[in-house]
């Protein structure tokens, strides 16, 4: 029985591998909005050569989808390095902005 459970164990270690992580919040269905602590660009995937769709300024906010998603490449934006992104939608855009730059409430 012990030997079947470290089998399962690594197994589910393995599977793991190679995957990206996205972690929400307890309520799937909760709404968030997402503050611009400094104008950021809306790109259209969670990297700083996305292309760039919009810009929310700063103090202005946007609908988000109360979801943190982390790439793979890290960057520095607003004092600080981090691989965290926001999914969010402004005036019929979406797409996502640096995670330190922005304040994430729900609603």
């Not at 809306?42 to 810009?55: E, F």
């Not at 929310?56 to 965290?84: P, V």
């Not at 730059?101 to 609603?107: A, F, G, I, P």
Request: glycine share 10%; proline share 1%; hydrophobic share 40%.
């Amino acid at each position: 029985m012990r030997a079947g459970r470290i089998l399962g164990a690594s197994m589910g270690a393995a599977a793991l591998v190679g995957t990206s992580f996205v972690v929400a919040t307890p309520a799937a269905a909760a709404s968030c909005t997402a503050k611009a602590l400094e104008t950021v660009i809306i790109r259209s995937t969670t990297s700083t050569s996305g292309t760039a769709l919009a810009q929310i300024n700063k103090g202005s906010s946007a609908s988000a989808d109360c979801t943190m998603h982390y790439a793979t490449s890290s960057y520095e934006k607003c004092g600080i390095i981090s691989k965290r992104w926001v999914k969010v939608t402004r005036s019929g855009v979406t797409g996502y902005v640096v995670g330190t730059c922005v304040t994430v409430d729900q609603v």
